[in-house]
């Protein structure tokens, strides 16, 4: 059984998980539903921390961060490595989380980083990860 199912048997679905990492911001999790949405779609981390996107559904999405709305100085992340927007979106498939299976990206640099699921933007599928110092 995958730890968020063990959280909503527990009663403590989307509890950010802070200080679980050993060093750094902590860790949080984000599900990707089938729903067509991030869960929760909004979060606040502190610079360091994990981000955990955990596909709980049975449709394949993607992780794919809004180039220009991440800090300048920020790493780009995407699910499947890619290094810019469009890449991530030329080649959709290589970006794809199944069912089961999570991305995980350290977020380094404080501000809002905007990111979607480029299969199901026009769903509305987008999150933001607020970084604080």
């Known amino acids: 059984m995958r730890r968020r199912?063990?959280?909503?048997?527990?009663?403590?679905?989307?509890?950010?998980l802070a200080g679980c990492s050993g060093g750094g911001g902590g860790e949080s999790t984000v599900a990707m539903t089938d729903e067509f949405r991030f869960d929760p779609s909004s979060i606040t981390?502190?610079?360091?921390?994990?981000?955990?996107?955990?596909?709980?559904?049975?449709?394949?999405?993607?992780?794919?961060?809004?180039e220009d709305e991440i800090p300048s100085e920020a790493t780009y992340f995407a699910s499947g490595g890619f290094g810019s927007e469009d890449?991530?979106?030329?080649?959709?498939?290589?970006?794809?989380?199944?069912?089961?299976?999570?991305?995980?990206?350290?977020?380094r640099t404080a501000g809002e980083h905007a990111y979607f699921c480029v299969p199901h933007e026009g769903s509305r599928m987008t999150g933001t990860?607020?970084?604080?110092e």
């Open 45 to 66: 981390v502190s610079a360091g921390a994990t981000v955990t996107w955990e596909n709980d559904g049975t449709v394949g999405h993607t992780v794919t961060a809004y």
């Open 5 to 16: 199912s063990l959280l909503r048997i527990a009663g403590l679905a989307a509890v950010p």
């Open 87 to 107: 890449a991530a979106r030329d080649a959709i498939n290589g970006g794809i989380v199944e069912a089961g299976e999570t991305y995980t990206h350290t977020f």
């Open 129 to 132: 990860v607020r970084v604080r």
